[in-house]
């Protein structure tokens, strides 16, 4: 069976810093790996992904997120963190030895972006 | 290209009503996907279907959700008897089909939700 953690219910960093989000999984197969941002009231917007290749990922709005095989992480980063990035942010997988669709959401860490 | 819809956006029904969630997946995709959220909690697969077909409903409870994706129209989730923990945001999302065997894309793209209140 596939889960997710995500440690932290909530992250709190002052604009301008640095923004990281932490995700560790667990898998029977090879992980397919997924970020998610959620603003109140409204769908995920996709981020990033990883499905195989590079360690190092970039997806949208200057976010990026380190796969590590060995630590079965995934966490989200942000080099310089703006108040609009407040938000909730969910990573998810899906493994190659369970179905396509199936994607397991972790509990989701809210971001919290002071001025 | 417009992206998932979902209707209603909201909807409010009595304890033994009936629910009827409506999904259109974004033009080109075949594949559709339910997903509940509760309050506090984070997303909960419940069923995958193709056109016509049910791929994994091992998130659906035994009794009274119901799924179908059919060949014309949008997909719809439906609850029987709604009861008060049925309370909850109902997210749809979308992903392009396989071409040749293999995926062309992995991730899925979400609408924006229906919240469904039991009174």
């Known amino acids: 069976a596939q889960s997710v953690a995500q440690p932290e219910d909530q992250v709190n960093v002052a604009e301008g810093n640095p923004l990281t989000v932490k995700c560790t999984y667990s898998?029977?197969?090879?992980?397919?790996l997924f970020w998610y941002v959620q603003y109140p009231n409204r769908g995920l917007q996709f981020l990033l992904k990883?499905?195989?290749?590079?360690?190092l990922v970039k997806g949208s709005y200057g976010f990026e997120a380190e796969f590590n095989k060995s630590q079965t992480s995934f966490h989200l980063k942000k080099p310089s963190a703006l108040v609009s990035d407040s938000a909730l942010y969910f990573c998810?997988?899906?493994?190659?030895?369970?179905?396509?669709?199936?994607?397991?959401f972790g509990a989701g860490t809210q971001v919290v972006v002071t001025p | 290209n417009a992206g998932v819809m979902q209707n209603p956006r909201h909807l409010v029904r009595r304890r033994g009503q009936e629910a009827r969630l409506r999904c259109s997946p974004m033009?080109?995709?075949?594949?559709v996907y339910w997903y509940r959220q509760l309050p506090e909690e984070g997303l909960k697969f419940m069923v995958y279907?193709?056109?016509?077909?049910?791929?994994?409903e091992s998130g659906m409870p035994k009794e009274r959700f119901s799924a179908e994706f059919p060949k014309e129209g949008p997909s719809i989730l439906r609850i029987q008897q709604v009861v008060r923990g049925d309370s909850a945001a109902y997210f749809c999302?979308?992903?392009?089909?396989?071409?040749?065997?293999?995926?062309?894309?992995?991730?899925?793209?979400f609408g924006p939700g229906t919240r469904l209140t039991v009174t």
């Open positions: 999302a979308s992903s392009p089909g396989t071409s040749g065997g293999r995926r062309s894309s992995y991730e899925q793209y």
């Open positions: 898998v029977s197969g090879n992980p397919y």
């Open positions: 990883y499905i195989t290749g590079d360690n």
């Open positions: 998810a997988v899906s493994a190659t030895t369970d179905s396509w669709g199936k994607f397991q």
């Open positions: 033009k080109g995709h075949s594949h």
């Open positions: 279907l193709q056109k016509e077909n049910i791929i994994d």
